[in-house]
């Protein structure tokens, strides 16, 4: 019987449970490969202390030297231990894709995004560089149109727009930005689904990726509304606080810039901690296959106490993005403003800047998707043992 976690993978792709946990490893290190039987009947079960018995038991107030020392926990496959399911570590892979299947460093969040884009470049690329594109010329086609109005609507129509402030120069970047609101969240799924599948040494296909992940748009979309309305609401509360603050301390010059300096601190705070409790959200929703309401108090959860952890690696996560972004974009900005001066128009000049953009939002997209869906699985191999039910998933041979 297939479950909502493996539906759609094929007869030869054996799909890993995101969505079930994995069983926590004996006090040897050593995990049964999948469909082993279990030890026999009064033998220490699986994930209890042995007392002095089996393999490699650890006797209380007995030291093992030569064992694991401490603080080198054994993940997964141990270090010489037999195993009672047929020999060390039962064969289980240690890196079987883009990351070893352990509790990652830094080094390898920023090594497995990019060994992402390397091992699969026409999903991660070039999927994020077909929906940016969209976005982007539909921005354009959009704004560009409003100049017609006159023709349209007539004039009266077009000066109503100018005197609101919708101008055509003003325009682009709203709708721009609408469009992208709706495409990130699309490109952000589809690039974790793509990447736990590469973490497993598998390349899947754009019709792949998109069976798997077209029923969860329209939450991914809706969880991004209520992210975006969360903060929004946060700074609300955050600017009436400050408000408030100076109304009670007076109404001087002094009072007022000092509530907004401690209401500009208090917000950043506030929304840092706010966007990382839902950072783990989306993943869930990919992944696992829950509802929305369902994949918010699991997301959430998630990040309890992995907040520092999470933060610091989104932290240099944004840094490389905001370098990488700049670097790619300044050079079209700059030709785009030469070549308005020379030739006395702005479609030109406009066109490679919309390039530049799509090239750069096609890069930092990718990469962005990849450090996210590498932080969930991360998060899950420190609390669920998800490494174990990963390692199993790519030693399961295919059928045929």
Sequence with gaps: MSTPENEGWGPTTPAPRYGHYAPVPPPDGTVPPPGAPQPPAGQPAYGQPTYGQGYGGTQYGQPQYGGAQYGQPQYGAPQGAPSPWGGPGAGLPTKPGIIPLRPLRLGEFLDGAFGALRANPRVMLGLTAVITSIAAVLAVVISGALPMTDWLLGTEAEEVLLATGSATVDLGPTVGALLLSVALPAVSGLLIFAVSRAVLGEKVSVREVWDQVKNQLLRLIALA??????VT??????VAAAVGL???????LADVLGAIIVASG????VVVWFSVRTLLIAPVLVLERLTLGKAIVRGWRLTRGAFWRILGVYVVMQIIVQIVASILVTPFAFIGGIVGVAMETQVLASVLVMVGFVISYTITAAFSGSVLALIYIDVRMRREGLDVELAAAAARPSAG
Excluded: Y
Excluded at 233 to 238: D, G, R
Excluded at 246 to 252: E, K, P, R, V
């Design 233 to 238: 609401a946060l700074i609300v509360l955050v």
């Design 246 to 252: 100076a109304i009670a301390l007076g109404t001087s």
């Design 225 to 230: 509304v209520l992210v975006s309305a969360g």
């Design 266 to 269: 208090v917000g950043i705070v």
